[in-house]
Nanobody, 116 residues
Framework: QVQLVESGGGLVQTGGSLRLSCEPL????????MGWYRQAPGKQRELVAF???????NYADSVKGRFSISRDNANNTVYLQMDSLKPEDTAVYYC??????????WGQGTQVTVPS
């Protein structure tokens, strides 16, 4: 079992920045892929970005050029740097991790709010 803990959410004005962090609590599991999803009120959860253990990344079109995902393999920690935030980025952001055996884990989510 892997428990993921997110931090860094909050309220920021349009054009501002936030940095989300996610780390597992006491795990020895190798996390093959780590990423971020988000869910806005009344909408389905969607992929924001993910990063593989070797550093390959993928971003949703809506965040390309504004968000940057990175990871620290030694600590199984993943970060999401969010710049030029827009009201449409308002959502609960969930950390996601997939082990080398294909088991998927989710964090409890952190709220990001960008008032219009």
């Amino acid at each position: 079992q892997v428990q993921l803990v997110e931090s860094g959410g909050g309220l920021v004005q349009t054009g501002g920045s936030l940095r989300l962090s996610c780390e597992p609590l006491k795990t020895s599991s190798v996390l093959r892929t780590m990423g971020w999803y988000r869910q806005a009120p009344g909408k389905q959860r969607e992929l924001v970005a993910f990063i593989t253990r070797d550093g390959s990344t993928n971003y949703a079109d809506s965040v390309k050029g504004r968000f940057s995902i990175s990871r620290d393999n030694a600590n199984n920690t993943v970060y999401l740097q969010m710049d030029s935030l827009k009201p449409e980025d308002t959502a609960v952001y969930y950390c996601n991790a997939i082990t080398r055996f294909g088991i998927v884990y989710w964090g409890q989510g952190t709220q990001v709010t960008v008032p219009s």
